[in-house]
């Protein structure tokens, strides 16, 4: 099953354990989580489900492409990592 894990700077604010998901998409695999953790919802995903700007979203070593479908492909062996993404200059 695909693995989600969450960085620091996110469990800071919400409890957010790594966990097993089921699912082949990394859509299916965030709402899969969300089921069993739903106050990590809003951190993630705005109101139309669309990843936040301040989070980024990977799939292994890859960045998600479409954060606002999610439909990347995950396998069984999948790491999906959840980060706030840094700006500034």
Do not use: W
């Not at 990590?40 to 292994?60: E, I």
């Amino acid at each position: 099953m695909p693995t989600i894990t969450f960085t620091a700077n996110l469990r800071r604010h919400v409890a957010c354990p790594t966990a097993q998901v089921a699912g082949t998409t990394v859509a299916q695999c965030l709402a899969a989580y969300f089921a069993v953790h739903p106050a990590v919802r809003s951190y993630v995903l705005d109101d139309q489900g669309c990843v936040r700007r301040h989070v980024v979203v990977f799939v292994g070593s890859d960045q998600l492409r479409d954060p606002s479908k999610q439909t990347d492909a995950v396998g069984p062996a999948t790491e999906i990592t959840v980060m706030q993404a840094l700006s500034g200059g």
